[in-house]
T-cell receptor
């Protein structure tokens, strides 16, 4: 079945350590996204990519990095420079917006990162 | 700035109808989405409106008025499993999607 997979579901890290969150999709989507979700707030865009080997900063990119070496994969690294990294992280994919009528995003199950 | 407003919480009774409102102010408009999100899970797509009017999909309907910057999601014949957060999201002129904070719906017996 086609879908988008994030791993792990829960992640604990010590302050000051970098951590990488995995996101894989087999929906053949060109566009992939990383969002952060905090209680009482909407999803905030961290990074997005519309094609392999290219990505753009979203609204809250500071302290994060990404790569897009393969169409299927879009890993997110939370670096020690991110001041408040504890959050629920969601990865999503879609066809490239503006190229089709329904361009809803398909989301992974999320990774809850806790930094202690 | 860009802004999407929706109520924080709503409570409704099983079997009833509930309407969740969403107002938005964005730089241009290229469609409005509604997603459902159960606690700790992924948002799932419910509906998409790009033209004014009502879109119906089973127990769920979504309405859009672009001139008023307004949408609502209507849920009929409420079931306990409809207890979730409902996210309104708008795509702006650059096709960037902005999400509201979500409305937590509690369905009681």
């Amino acid at each position: 079945d086609g879908g988008i997979t994030q791993s792990p579901k829960y992640l604990f890290r010590k302050e000051g350590q970098n951590v990488t969150l995995s996101c894989e999709q087999n929906l053949n989507h060109d566009a992939m996204y990383w969002y952060r979700q905090d209680p009482g707030q909407g999803l905030r865009l961290i990074y997005y990519s519309q094609i392999v080997n290219d990505f753009q900063k979203g609204d809250i990119a500071e302290g994060y990095s990404v790569s897009r070496e393969k169409k299927e994969s879009f890993p997110l690294t939370v670096t020690s420079a991110q001041k408040n990294p504890t959050a629920f992280y969601l990865c999503a994919s879609s066809i490239v917006p503006g190229t089709g009528f329904d361009t809803e995003a398909f989301f992974g199950q999320g990774t809850r990162l806790t930094v202690v | 700035g860009q802004n999407i407003d929706q109520p924080t919480e709503m409570t409704a009774t099983e079997g009833a109808i509930v309407q969740i409102n969403c107002t938005y102010q964005t730089s241009g408009f290229n469609g409005l989405f509604w997603y459902q999100q159960h606690a700790g899970e992924a948002p799932t797509f419910l509906s998409y409106n790009v033209l004014d009017g009502l879109e119906e999909k089973g127990r769920f309907s979504s309405f859009l008025s672009r001139s008023k910057g307004y949408s609502y999601l209507l849920l009929k014949e409420l079931q306990m499993k409809d207890s979730a957060s409902y996210l309104c999201a708008v795509r702006d002129r650059s096709f960037k999607t902005i999400f509201g904070a979500g409305t937590r719906l509690f369905v009681k017996a």
